[in-house]
């Protein structure tokens, strides 16, 4: 009996060790691939091409960017339209008649995060897009998007963005262990942390105005990520700032500026 025991703790150890193991791969580059790495390909943006170059570059990251149809699908793509159709106002069946440049189709959300969770190297950094209808129906996005992801068990993979505040405080009342980091520029860090977020991840000249920031919000723990990051002295300048991650439409060239 004490040796069957003994060999539960151990083997309950085991996976322990082991499940510790595959969520420290990922990578540690600072390297955030904005819409996937689709420059120079060139693949399309926020497509599952240019998630999966993200992924053979080792980025630590790639964006993607979710809207949600007029039925309730979540997809990804980074402007409010597709081939000259709103994606609030049309259903998923619409946006399929008009593929990709290369083929694809629009993906969906679930789509994205399945092919991502295939690897362990590059988290995938979720933009939850404010409704260009209803703050109800940004609230509805948010609640969709974290149902998505605990249902797919994805949540060692994703890191949460926004540019509404309310969203990114939805998602934290919906799943508080999220990392949620918020894209305006408008609040300071204390600010975030005093309401849970992960992070601030603010654009290039929000940054330079503020470079104070990226200490206060070390101090605080938070984290700092700065888009879209594309000129080398940027680059530079935030490597020599010790930022957290550089989210950067060019994740080659940062790559030659890091080695």
């Known amino acids: 009996m004490v040796h069957r025991i003994l060999l539960t703790f151990l083997l309950l150890g085991t996976v322990f060790l082991q499940t510790n193991a595959q969520q420290m791969n990922f990578h540690r580059n600072k390297v955030i691939a904005h819409r996937g790495a689709w420059k120079a ?5 926020n497509s599952l091409a240019s998630l999966q170059q993200a992924v053979d570059l080792g980025c630590e990251g790639s964006e993607f960017d979710v809207w949600m149809t007029a039925d309730g699908v979540l997809v990804a793509n980074h402007d409010a339209d597709h081939e000259g159709m709103v994606i609030e106002e049309v259903t998923y069946a619409e946006l399929l008649k008009k593929p990709l ?23 995938l950094i979720f933009e939850i897009k404010p409704s260009r209808i209803s703050k109800e129906r940004g609230q509805e996005l948010a609640t969709k998007s974290v149902e998505l992801v605990k249902r797919l068990n994805a949540e060692e993979w994703i890191d949460y963005i926004t540019f509404d505040y309310d969203i990114g405080l939805r998602v934290l009342a919906l799943d508080p ?3 949620v980091a918020y894209l305006m520029g408008d609040k300071t860090p204390k600010q975030l942390k005093d309401h849970g977020f992960f992070g601030f991840d603010y654009n290039i000249k929000t940054v330079k105005e503020n470079p104070q920031w990226i200490d206060e919000a070390h101090e605080l723990g938070l984290t700092v990520n700065v888009w879209t990051v594309n000129k080398e002295e940027d680059m530079q300048w935030l490597l020599e700032k010790n930022v957290d991650f550089i989210t950067t439409d060019e994740p080659e060239k940062l790559f030659s500026l890091i080695h």
């Open 41 to 45: 390909a060139p693949y399309p943006q």
């Open 101 to 123: 440049p290369n083929g694809e189709k629009v993906p969906t959300a679930e789509e994205y995060i399945r092919q991502g969770m295939t690897q362990q190297g590059t988290k």
């Open 177 to 179: 262990n999220a990392n």
